[in-house]
């Protein structure tokens, strides 16, 4: 099956057939078809899933684009990671920043730091540094490539193989929704992919660096970030419709 087979279908079908699709391919052919729908961008965090995906992207050499949100506050070891990578698969990471003006805004009204203090100066600091940067990266793109996996939090258990986020215009794709941490782990080994030494430290989920901290052992994978924070569900908004990520963050704009 070809992405041109199916061009007749309406984009809610084209996903769900593709879903179910997604079920008996490897991450390479997945991404193959991800990228045969049109423009497509995935946007890496330089996680460990993220550079298992980076790595089959530049291994393929498939025609998808590889991003990170470039936040102002990311550990000095994830920044050597993007420039290391690059190396390594011989591919551009585009880095997309903050607007100067929008932190200085949040710096104003919250200080550096107020993300500690509610989760409305939380959510408007992550809608600055990430949900409005990655609107950029997005844009003009026909596909969002990420790296959730149903098994990183209940939060994510449901994560399909592809959805049509009619909101944004975009199919996401998330091409290891089903994989393990250890199927991550023994790719990584195979292929020599370069990882965070973080994750070596107690780090299983990176984010900024004031906003993560090392799991205990038995902790879910995503306990260290936003630790502060009570709600079970907490995200950053780059994963939830973008009306609900505008209107918890909107008190900042
Ligand atoms: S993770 Fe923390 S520092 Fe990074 S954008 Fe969100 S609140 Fe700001």
């Given at each position: 099956m070809t992405i041109h087979d199916l061009s007749g279908l309406r984009p809610a079908e084209l996903a769900a057939t593709l879903d179910a699709r997604?079920?008996?391919?490897d991450l390479a052919s997945r991404l193959r078809l991800a990228a045969g729908i049109g423009r497509a961008v995935f946007t890496s965090s330089l996680g460990i899933e993220d550079q298992v995906i980076t790595a089959a992207i530049g291994m393929e050499r498939l025609d998808i684009e590889v991003a990170t949100l470039e936040t102002g506050r990311l550990f000095p070891e994830t920044l050597a990671l993007i420039d290391e990578t690059e190396d390594r698969f011989g591919i551009e990471i585009r880095r997309h920043r903050p607007q100067e003006s929008d932190v200085a805004g949040y710096v104003a009204q919250y200080g550096l730091n107020g993300f500690y203090e509610s989760v409305e100066a939380r959510h408007a600091c992550c809608h600055v540094r990430k949900v409005a940067p990655l609107a950029r990266a997005l844009d003009g793109a026909t596909v969002w490539v990420t790296g959730l996996r149903r098994s990183q939090s209940g939060n994510r258990a449901a994560t399909p193989f592809v959805e049509y986020d009619a909101e944004r215009g975009l199919f996401k794709v998330n091409p290891l929704a089903d994989w393990s941490l250890d199927e991550i782990a023994a790719y990584v080994e195979k292929h020599a992919v370069p990882t965070n030494p973080l994750h070596r430290r107690g780090y299983p989920s990176i984010g900024c660096e004031p906003c993560t901290r090392a799991i205990k052992p038995g902790e879910p994978e995503r306990a260290g970030r936003w630790w502060w924070e009570n709600d079970e569900k907490r995200e950053c908004g780059l994963h939830v419709p973008e009306a609900a990520a505008s209107s918890l963050t909107s008190s900042s704009l």
């Open positions: 997604f079920e008996t391919l």
